[in-house]
T-cell receptor, first 113, second 116 residues
Framework: DTEVTQTPKHLVMGMTNKKSLKCEQHMGHRAMYWYKQKAKKPPELMFVYSYEKLSINESVPSRFSPECPNSSLLNLHLHALQPEDSALYLC????????????FGPGTRLTVL | AQKITQTQPGMFVQEKEAVTLDCTYDTSDPSYGLFWYKQPSSGEMIFLIYQGSYDQQNATEGRYSLNFQKARKSANLVISASQLGDSAMYFCAMRGIQGGSEKLVFGKGTKLTVNP
């Protein structure tokens, strides 16, 4: 079963709020990813976790804080976001960070007011 | 650095006909992987098909096939017998090394519309 789940599906938040996005997979994958996708653009990589350790941070602003509590879960903590952070946030997982297909979740549509 | 080029911003096809979505790539790595993903308006990125650079045969998955021409650095997606549900954005992607790390590099996408 190649399923990655994400919650919530939609999120509206103010610039002073703190919220979290959640991602879960039960495929035994050891690599998990966060992507940001603006309308009519391809996904942009934000973070990569490999064996629960942060492997790649694509110079993302500190108002985005990733967390990998265990091999099945990935969180993205949001604080003091800007309206330009409104986007679709996609989570993905793969067997490892090397040579494996990435499977994506359905995404969270975030609107920052 | 790796680069993926999709030159067709939009494509139209009649239901039940075949359609080819173009993808060219550039890399200096001898070993790489090529992927196609489908993204309906709902947002989920759905993995369709994979081709490894050393694979001798073109990949096929049901109605999807990948026309891999290594010398031309092209990896076109062929969808046979189009269905209305095939209307979506299609992204070609390549796994390769960028900035010292292995990443998935996406093209800009092609929006496919299937007409009844």
């Amino acid at each position: 079963d190649t399923e990655v789940t994400q919650t919530p599906k939609h999120l509206v938040m103010g610039m002073t709020n703190k919220k979290s996005l959640k991602c879960e997979q039960h495929m035994g994958h050891r690599a998990m990813y966060w992507y940001k996708q603006k309308a009519k653009k391809p996904p942009e990589l934000m973070f990569v976790y490999s064996y629960e350790k942060l492997s790649i941070n694509e110079s993302v602003p500190s108002r985005f804080s990733p967390e990998c509590p265990n091999s099945s879960l990935l969180n993205l903590h949001l604080h003091a976001l800007q309206p330009e952070d409104s986007a679709l946030y996609l989570c993905a997982s793969s067997g490892t960070i090397h040579r494996d297909t990435q499977y994506f979740g359905p995404g969270t549509r975030l609107t920052v007011l | 650095a790796q680069k993926i080029t999709q030159t067709q911003p939009g494509m139209f096809v009649q239901e039940k006909e075949a359609v080819t979505l173009d993808c060219t790539y550039d890399t200096s790595d001898p070993s790489y992987g090529l992927f196609w993903y489908k993204q309906p308006s709902s947002g989920e990125m759905i993995f369709l098909i994979y081709q490894g650079s050393y694979d001798q045969q073109n990949a096929t998955e049901g109605r999807y096939s990948l026309n891999f021409q290594k010398a031309r650095k092209s990896a076109n997606l062929v969808i046979s017998a189009s269905q209305l549900g095939d209307s979506a954005m299609y992204f070609c992607a390549m796994r390769g090394i960028q900035g010292g790390s292995e990443k998935l590099v996406f093209g800009k996408g092609t929006k496919l519309t299937v007409n009844p």
